[in-house]
């Protein structure tokens, strides 16, 4: 059975090399969203609709029902095809981003949101800066530099249009996810400043999935907790 990984925001699909390198099955992949590491294709407008569709497109030519393991908004990509096409999807796991009606924006997200204000924020996100920024949140350092080396204009071209179309997107998504039913695994790190956990348990509860916090671990548990990581979801995998 297939699995796939999706990577979040600021970050490139190499967020998931720990992980697979743990992991026992061999038939694995780590996609890049368009405009992360990747080109985009041409007249991608990098909102989140077309993000959605996109993610639909790569699943759809697998040809089977996949695992599909997403973080940040990777996890909010996974938890929208979940309910729109769980046709696609045999198990789903996700983290480091739940879909609720209480969930709040970040201040760096409003800020990437807001015309003028998101663009000087993006021009002060040098290398530096945010192995800085990654190293303060859990990162190891190695690790960070090269986070940090990835975010090139590319994937600033894409944040910006990406948040910007999300500014409503709890409101919007989050109610059909009351619908799953493909059985899930909510993971998290109990210290994640971007996300309350309350939330995260909430929707674990919302669709009936497992839940996993790890202790001691901030947004970034598919580096902080690989391996553990890995074993939570061969566990659950293996349970279905």
């Known amino acids: 059975m297939p699995a796939i990984f999706v990577h979040g925001v600021p970050d490139t699909h190499y967020l998931w090399d720990g992980v697979l390198s743990h992991l026992s099955q061999g038939d694995t992949q780590a996609v890049s969203l ?5 080109d985009a294709p041409d ?11 996109w993610l639909i497109g790569e699943l759809e030519r697998i040809g089977e029902p996949v695992d599909l393991v997403g973080h940040d908004w990777g ?3 996974t938890e929208r095809v979940i309910c729109l096409r769980p046709d696609l999807v045999r198990t789903w796991a996700a983290g480091g981003g739940a879909l609720d009606e209480a969930y709040e924006w970040h201040p760096v997200a409003k800020m990437w949101q807001t015309p003028g204000q998101g ?3 993006m021009q002060a996100m040098t290398p530096d800066v945010m192995a800085q920024v990654y190293i303060a949140e859990g990162v190891p350092e190695e690790l960070a530099r090269q986070f940090a080396a990835r975010m090139d204009d590319r994937m600033k071209a894409a944040i910006l249009p990406l948040y910007r179309s999300a500014v ?5 998504w989050s109610p059909d996810v009351d619908s799953v039913e493909r059985p899930g695994l909510v993971i998290w790190g109990k210290d994640d400043p971007f996300g309350p956990m309350d939330l995260a348990q909430r929707m674990a509860k919302r669709t009936g999935a497992k839940f996993v916090a790890f202790e001691g671990c901030s947004h970034w548990w598919p580096v902080q907790r690989s391996k553990e990581t890995a074993e939570a979801l061969e566990s659950f995998w293996e349970e279905q």
């Open 34 to 38: 368009p405009g992360f590491a990747v």
């Open 43 to 53: 007249g991608f407008g990098s909102t989140k609709e077309e993000y959605v569709d």
């Open 75 to 77: 996890a909010l990509l």
């Open 119 to 121: 663009e000087q924020v």
């Open 168 to 172: 409503g997107v709890w409101e919007e």
